[in-house]
């Protein structure tokens, strides 16, 4: 069995999250089937993680197994982007070597979550309208506690089935895209469901006055969901990068 690394964007407003759900459609499901109707074989998909429902990725990372060479990486790569939807597309498909894992392998994953100020039609689904002004000055300095602790159970989904609620933030900031648009941008080792939503939605209490940095950081040390803040919508989160080792790739 030969092991490979797809290299993918999707625009999630039709999904059901990546992975595979009983009551609706996913990307992992998908591009399951592309695979499997082109190769002719049972073909399962491994993500490098969970995205939610209607959040976007502008890269995601998956592996598959197949009992045979593909010669032709950029032939099965033209062939799956004709099958797929038109909001899934594959950047390309790459030999790696057999143990190499999309999640466990991860150095690194990095989102963003795009605020906007003003209404307009055609980001609706892509950005979180705010009404009011935030200081986003005290959103960054509230930001920067986060690289002080590595125990983040207030910003993750209650009963989940990780063993571990540890994560290494690499980076976490905001900053201005154009005129009406702010990003936060947060690297990590590793996320917890819902983490970076409920990070945001915190943040955000923080830049209207309703929270401290003191009170930022207890809610972190409180280890207690309830104590964050309400969640951010999923549209406006998107996955942009995972970073590997080299010596996985073939």
Known sequence: MLRYFIYLAYEGTNYH????QPNGMSVQECLQKAL???LRVDIEVVGAGRTDAGVHARLMVAHFDYEGDLPDLTLLTDKLNKMLPPDISI???CKVKPDAHARFDAISRTYKYYITTVKYPFNR???YRIHGMLDYGQMNLAAQTLFDYTDFTSFSKLHT???TNNCRIIKAEWSKEDDITWVFTIQADRFLRNMVRA????LIEVGCGKMSIKDFREVIEQKNRCKAGASVPGQALFLVD???PAEIFI
């Open 17 to 20: 999250g990546w992975q595979i």
């Open 36 to 38: 499997s109707t082109y």
């Open 91 to 93: 950047f390309r498909i």
């Open 125 to 127: 689904h892509l950005k």
């Open 161 to 163: 089935d990780v063993k």
């Open 199 to 202: 990070i945001v939605g915190t």
């Open 242 to 244: 995972i970073e590997y």
